[in-house]
């Protein structure tokens, strides 16, 4: 495994929760309860079972890239504000585990669904989108596609800034000329302007969100919304064009969620960076109105609707809606960023005044996560639970149900009135 992170010794580490769990592994918070027993500074933990996976081959292979990606972003440190750090990565015969900063935040789709309407206002929006478009040039600059932007990949901060996660379908690209030559950037103000401009900001940014908006919703609503939304599409070989020192100069693998495959992708004319930007205006989209754009009844008329179909758009015509427009050309060459990256995305009208060097310093984004449910910091009694025990006692088949007392006929005659949801 390509890393120069320390290497994590699972022993040591004991488990506070489970945060995800997806096909290729399972995410915990965890802590080192000899270096923290305190458990001051927990963080995440994505662990795949070797034993568990289906198709080892694969997963191991898309597993151990992403950590050389993560290794990569982390090296030379400090990481970039919007993109994860490697904390220490292990491989041993049962796991293969590699950790990262916590973000207690959650993910941009539980946040959508905790506002009035489940959509962001332009103004949350224009923030959200800054910083992302940050991360993606910055991933771009080092010559990495990531391929899967969607609000499920994109966590919130304890700070309340963003950072994206899930970097196995991303993929190494040679840069065209074009991308490097970037405009000229914006001519520098003065300190005493900077810091009108800072103090100016941090009152923008204290965003409109009430203690309503705020409020926990109704946890099984949030499980079926992040279940209804579509998987990854089944990935095919990879068929690459290898340019000098092996560097891929097009992609032909069809990857990435339904909903935000870009229409290269669908016709498998191969792709590169502007992927990231039809990515970038789904998920505009989606922040402004609820709903992703092509979405049809089925995968067919959904791949239908983002070859053919055209945005729609409600109202009067916004900045907003013109940004999305042009992130969402059919055409890629045409497509707003692919001449000149993310410096060309900066200057559109819709963050026109925005001081994009100081993104980092805004202390008060939209919506700063709450610690109060930290109730293990500082606990002496808390424990938390094992790792090898957790996946053990998962493998312990389940017992078997006694026979039930009703004969078969008075199951039959009751099974119309019994739903599933009831249970």
Not at 126 to 139: G, K, M, N, Q
Not at 315 to 330: A, F, N, S, V, Y
Request: some cysteine.
């Amino acid at each position: 495994m390509e890393s120069s992170s320390p290497e994590l010794d699972l022993e040591k580490l004991r488990a506070i929760k489970v945060l995800g769990k997806g096909a290729m592994g399972t995410v915990f918070l965890v802590y080192d309860r000899i270096l923290d027993p305190s458990i001051e500074s927990p963080f995440a933990l994505k662990v795949v079972q070797k034993s568990s996976i289906h198709d080892q081959l694969d997963a191991l292979r898309r597993a151990r890239w992403e950590v050389s990606v993560l290794a990569r972003l982390s090296n030379p440190e400090p990481s970039h504000a919007f993109l994860p750090n490697l904390i220490g990565s292990a491989d041993t015969e049962d796991f293969l585990a590699w950790a990262v900063p916590y973000c207690p935040g959650g993910d941009l789709n539980v946040l959508r669904y905790r506002q009035v309407d489940r959509m962001f206002s332009p103004a949350v929006i224009r923030f959200y989108l800054a910083e992302i478009i940050c991360a993606l040039d910055h991933l771009h600059d080092m010559g990495i596609v990531y391929r899967d932007l969607k609000p499920e990949n994109i966590l919130i901060q304890q700070s309340g800034h963003v950072t994206l996660t899930d970097f196995d379908l991303s993929r190494s690209l040679k840069r065209r000329l074009e991308t490097t030559c970037k405009p000229p950037p914006a001519p520098p103000i003065d300190e005493a302007r900077r810091r009108k401009s800072h103090r100016h900001r941090r009152n923008i940014t204290r965003m409109i969100m009430s203690p309503a908006t705020m409020a926990g919703i109704d946890i099984n609503l949030l499980k079926k919304a992040k279940s209804a939304r579509v998987s990854p599409v089944s990935r095919r070989k990879t068929s690459f064009e290898v340019g000098e020192g092996g560097i891929e100069q097009r992609l032909n693998s069809f990857v990435g969620t339904e909903e935000y495959v870009s229409p290269e992708v669908v016709r498998g004319e191969g792709h590169e960076f502007a992927v990231d930007w039809w990515a970038l205006g789904i998920l505009a989209y989606e922040m402004l109105y609820g709903r992703t754009p092509f979405k049809g009844k089925n995968r067919k008329e959904t791949f239908r609707q983002i070859l053919m179909k055209s945005p729609e758009f409600i109202g009067k015509q916004t900045p907003l809606m013109d940004l999305i427009r042009r992130l969402l050309e059919k055409d890629p060459t045409k497509r707003v960023g692919y001449t000149h990256g993310g410096s060309e995305i900066k200057q559109h009208e819709f963050f026109r005044g925005l001081r994009w060097d100081l993104l980092t310093e805004v202390v008060r984004p939209p919506i700063v996560p709450s610690s109060d449910d930290d109730v293990f910091r500082g606990n002496p009694s808390f424990v938390g639970f094992d790792l090898r025990e957790h996946f053990e006692i998962l493998a312990i088949p389940p017992t078997s149900l006694p026979p039930s007392p009703f004969p078969s006929q008075s199951l039959d005659n009751c099974r119309h009135n019994v739903s599933l949801t009831e249970f």
